[in-house]
């Protein structure tokens, strides 16, 4: 049965949560024992996992420094997770005075700790809503309270819809967040693929079931797949790229090779 | 004072660094943001080195530095040491200033003191980590029960505020809770009804359905339902509810509970029922009306709905309508009221059904009889059942009745075919003389289609003035003039032509229809009949109408003042006009019902006897009839058309005019054909006759060059 609007989520510290774990991969410690156990055997599936986090991340800065140059300062984090360091705030705050961000995540502990760590922060908010609901996101309080949506918004999905098989209608969802925003929006996301992976197929199946054991889903898309969120997004250069390949800001020939298990990319609306 | 190692050693030691370290950190510093931040590190250390008292300190500051700038996989220490271990001295150090024993003793208290500081700050940092996630998480839980309680605050005040009735059972059905309406509705406390499974809660009146559905829910097949159903109250009356029930399921998806909300409908049900009752039975008798019993006979026809056979018996009382002409209507509906009474005690079994479907006509539905006996039957008792005079405001009534059986097998029929053809029978009884049944058989049924037919179009046909009169000539035999005409009616059917009164004039009685139809026919006879005298047709002596008068209007009570007022309208003296009864009819009247005929004779009216010879009458009767002429039937005649004529006819005919002369009536004799038989009739005695040999009949203006 559907929850109602009005019942409140659930909570289940013995079931581990997809960003809890996430924040386990970058070194956190806002995590409980079965986000550790569950993420451990992830890692241990799956080389490279805290890389490919990192990554993420990396280009999630790179990104929101690239909107700002190209005058937007307005973001929609979805699915941002445990604020650790290095956020969207932080990023853009240093960019420009002018930054606002929304943060929406589901994961009701991420929401409280977002909370604590944004307190006194006014040009910073985090709400408790679900990618798969769009409308209430859009409509909600935080974000008529420091978003203009008759200018451009960045909306980003950094590591965010790999979480949604296609029964959940991910492309749908995202057509819904772009139609209710203006015209210049940016469309900033990354996802994961086996494409470029230098880890075996069966090593990404594994991943996938590990998260299915963990309440979740895990899928795993190809390039293709993944440029087809951009409906209605025309991607900018350098297109949908390996994570490092987006607009680096250093020679990449360092880089780990399992960072090239996702995709990146910027697209803007028409 | 700066520390005399040159920048270039300090750059290079920093860059040796870098190489160990940024791929084991979790930073979001760019490579050379990092490497500019171990810079400034390792500055600091080169400084201690050279310090002039020694103090480890700066190597912890550099540790906790390091975890600051989220280098903090256990991975990233043996880098950070090693590089220290391995480059330091030889990159960052004066050995003008600094010994190579104090040199290497400096370097490895900086590397305990670096390691001491990383993980002192790396302990911190968890810490206030798992605090900061771990109040987060109370804070996300405290909300949670919040809003829960929010929610469970407003879901009881549904529960207990709702009209509805609302109850909850585990899966066993064991009721767990229920609100203040539910217990209501069954009109005991919560406790009463909270004690109850809700596997107990059976009714005779359940529809099969529910317990499957039930079942079905109980064990996670099916997610809800809806039906109406019956419960018993404490009290022992019935509550009909509307009942939705649904499953409740965990975060899991196992079933848990069961949640039923009741709408009591008891009060609409009943006025449905009761709306139904009126909609489908007869204020009167209440017995079933007419929409129920087709809506009955529909079902038993129904392809596939089970009985192979059905029965029908169509009665129709015999002369109700004089009964409430004559008696008025109070006591028309009291003999209606007797009737229903009595045939229902004979049409009670099971399976049967008696309805009543119109003004004074009842239907039996035998659903399924075990023969075509068993619903002659129920015929049968009927009549039985009305044989008895009914007794109505004070007097005996005697009731008749015709009735039609029909009785075939329902894959055959249609409702319409089945009500036709027990109607067509019930009529066919009717003309055999009523009090009788009659058994369908398709041959009457085709013959009489076309009577059903034309019963439903009379009235309308009066109204439109689809009959006309012809005029057949009654000529003296004595001198083969023209004495007068018969006036038939005919019917100038729109689809079916000129129809004879044999077609239409018994249809015409039986419904009545031949009152006011029999009063046009006179009237335009006897206006027909003053415009020939006027104009002298037929010579000095007047010549007369004839006009037949049914047994029904021979019974109306107006029929004296009916004719006097015709004749004086058109100005014809009443020894004009003749009236042809039946011998049938009037040898059935009672000395009530001769008087009008009588007193009509006294105004000097002519009464004919028409058809005379088939009514096997007591010829001693004749006397007490008001007759003045004998019509005698064509029967008799007919033998006389031989030649010679049958020697037996010529006796009998001979002895009923010399009867009927005795008597003192004058006789006419019908269907005369040839010469022969008329020159033998007329030496046989008769007065006047008609026949083809004369005329036959026509229109009124081709009267005069008829003879």
């Given at each position: 049965m559907e929850r109602p609007a009005w019942a409140?989520?659930?909570?289940?510290?013995s079931v581990p949560s997809v960003s809890r774990m996430y924040d386990y991969y970058l070194g956190g410690s806002h995590n409980f024992e079965a986000d550790r156990v569950a993420a451990r055997r992830a890692m241990d599936a799956f080389p490279g996992i805290p890389k490919i986090a990192q990554a993420n991340r990396a280009f999630m800065r790179r990104a929101v420094r690239y909107a700002i140059s190209e005058g937007v300062t307005q973001f929609l984090d979805i699915g941002s997770g445990i604020p650790t360091f290095g956020n969207v705030h932080e990023v853009a705050g240093a960019a420009s005075?002018?930054?606002?961000?929304?943060?929406?995540?589901?994961?009701?502990?991420?929401?409280?700790?977002?909370?604590?760590?944004?307190?006194?922060?006014?040009?910073?908010?985090?709400?408790?809503?679900?990618?798969?609901?769009?409308?209430?996101?859009?409509?909600?309080?935080?974000?008529?309270?420091?978003?203009?949506?008759?200018?451009?918004?960045?909306l980003m999905l950094v590591a965010l819809l790999h979480?949604?098989?296609?029964?959940?209608?991910?492309?749908?969802?995202v057509a819904t967040l772009r139609d209710a925003l203006p015209a210049g929006s940016l469309l900033i996301l990354s996802h994961a693929s086996m494409d470029h992976a230098p880890a075996t197929r069966e090593q990404g199946a594994e991943l996938e079931r590990i998260y299915r054991d963990g309440g979740a889903t895990f899928a795993m898309r190809s390039g293709e797949e993944i440029a087809r969120f951009f409906d209605g997004f025309p991607l900018v250069a350098p297109g949908l790229v390996p994570m490092p390949d987006w607009r680096p800001e250093s020679p990449s020939d360092q880089e780990d090779p399992n960072v090239y298990a996702g995709y990146a990319g910027v697209g803007r609306k028409a | 004072m700066r520390p005399s190692p040159s920048p270039d050693g300090l750059r290079r030691f920093a860059t040796l660094w870098c190489r160990a370290v940024y791929p084991a950190t979790a930073t979001s510093m760019t490579r050379p943001q990092f490497e500019a931040l171990l810079l400034d590190l390792a500055g600091r250390l080169s400084d201690a080195l050279h310090a002039p008292r020694f103090d480890p300190a700066p190597g912890r500051a550099v540790g906790k530095a390091l975890v600051a700038a989220h280098c903090t996989a256990p991975e990233a220490l043996p880098g950070v040491l090693g590089v220290i271990d391995s480059y330091l001295l030889l990159y960052c150090a004066d050995p003008d200033r600094l010994s190579p024993e104090e040199?290497?003793?400096?370097?490895?208290?900086?590397?305990?003191?670096?390691?001491?500081?990383?993980?002192?700050?790396?302990?911190?940092?968890?810490?206030?980590?798992?605090?900061?996630?771990?109040?987060a998480a109370l804070t996300a839980q405290a909300e949670i029960a919040k809003a829960l309680h929010e929610s469970e605050t407003r879901f009881r005040a549904v529960f207990k505020d709702a009209p509805l009735g609302i109850g909850i059972a585990d899966m066993d059905g064991t009721i767990l809770d229920v609100n203040d309406a539910l217990a209501e509705m069954f009109g005991g406390s919560e406790q009463d009804v909270r004690s109850r499974n809700v596997l107990s809660w059976t009714h005779p009146e359940d529809s099969p359905e529910v317990w499957r559905m039930q079942r079905e829910l109980m064990r996670g097949e099916r997610e809800h339902y809806q039906v109406e159903?019956?419960?018993?109250?404490?009290?022992?009356?019935?509550?009909?509810?509307?009942?939705?029930?649904s499953l409740l399921r965990d975060a899991e998806g196992r079933p848990r509970y069961m949640l039923a909300m009741l709408e009591d409908v008891s009060e609409r049900r009943l006025l449905n029922l009761r709306l139904r009752y009126q909609a489908t039975?007869?204020?009167?008798?209440?017995?079933?009306?007419?929409?129920?019993?087709?809506?009955?006979?529909?079902?038993?026809?129904?392809?596939?709905?089970?009985?192979?056979?059905?029965?029908l018996c169509y009665l129709d009382l015999d002369g109700f309508k004089a009964v409430n002409d004559s008696l008025g209507h109070a006591v028309g509906d009291q003999l209606l009221i007797a009737v229903a009474e009595r045939l229902q005690a004979c049409v009670s079994g099971p399976g049967q059904m008696l309805a009543r479907i119109g003004g004074d006509e009842f239907v039996a539905l035998v659903i399924d009889p075990p023969s075509s006996q068993a619903v002659v039957e129920v015929a049968e008792h009927a009549l039985e059942a009305l044989a008895t005079p009914v007794e109505v405001g004070g007097r005996e009534l005697l009731v008749r009745a015709s009735i039609g059986i029909v009785e075939g097998a329902t894959r055959h029929l249609t409702s319409a075919e089945v009500l036709r053809s027990a109607d067509i029978t019930m009529y066919r009884a009717k003309a055999e003389g009523g009090n009788r049944y009659a058994v369908a058989d398709p041959d009457s049924d085709a013959r009489a289609i076309s009577r059903h037919h034309l019963t439903h179009h009379l009235p309308a046909a009066l109204k439109g003035a689809e009959f006309f009169i012809e005029y057949q000539p009654l000529v003296k035999m004595e001198d083969g003039s023209l004495e007068g005409a018969e006036a038939l009616v005919r019917w100038s059917h729109p689809r079916h032509g000129v129809l004879g009164p044999d077609r239409f004039i018994p249809l015409a009685e039986h419904t009545g229809l031949i009152v006011p139809l029999g009063r046009w026919v006179l009237q335009e006879a006897v206006r027909q009949a003053c415009q020939w005298q006027v104009r002298g047709i037929g010579g000095t002596r007047a010549l007369k109408v004839n006009v037949n008068l049914s047994p029904r209007q021979l019974h109306h009570p107006e029929l004296v003042e009916d004719t006097v007022a015709v004749l004086e309208e058109a100005g014809l003296p009443p020894s004009s006009l003749c009236l042809e009864v039946t011998e049938t009819a009037m040898i059935s009247a009672d000395e009530n019902e001769l008087r009008p005929l009588r007193e009509l004779a006294e105004l000097g009216v002519g009464i004919a006897l028409d058809d005379f010879g088939t009514g096997y009458s007591n010829l001693a009767n004749l006397r007490r009839l008001p007759a003045t002429t004998l019509k005698l039937d064509r029967s008799f005649t007919q033998g006389l058309q031989r030649d010679p004529a049958d020697p037996v006819d010529l006796k009998i005919v001979e002895g009923i005019v010399s009867l009927a002369h005795t008597l003192q009536l004058s006789v006419t004799v019908e269907g005369v054909e040839t010469s022969a038989q008329a020159e033998q009739l007329r030496e046989l005695g008769c007065d006047s006759a008609q026949g083809w040999y004369y005329a036959k009949p026509g229109p009124p203006e081709r009267l005069p060059e008829a003879v």
């Open positions: 409140p989520p659930g909570m289940d510290l005075d002018a930054a606002r961000v929304v943060y929406v995540d589901n994961d009701p502990v991420a929401v409280a700790h977002g909370r604590a760590v944004l307190d006194g922060d006014d040009r910073a908010e985090i709400l408790h809503g679900d990618f798969l609901d769009p409308l209430p996101i859009v409509k909600s309080d935080p974000v008529h309270r420091l978003l203009d949506l008759d200018r451009p918004v960045a979480f949604f098989g296609d029964g959940d209608e991910p492309r749908e969802k | 040199g290497r003793s400096r370097c490895a208290r900086l590397q305990h003191a670096v390691s001491a500081g990383f993980a002192g700050a790396l302990q911190e940092r968890t810490r206030t980590e798992q605090e900061a996630v771990s109040r159903k019956p419960y018993h109250r404490t009290d022992g009356t019935v509550l009909w509810t509307n009942l939705t029930v039975h007869d204020a009167l008798t209440d017995l079933p009306n007419r929409s129920l019993f087709f809506e009955r006979l529909e079902q038993t026809l129904a392809p596939g709905s089970g009985p192979a056979r059905i029965g």
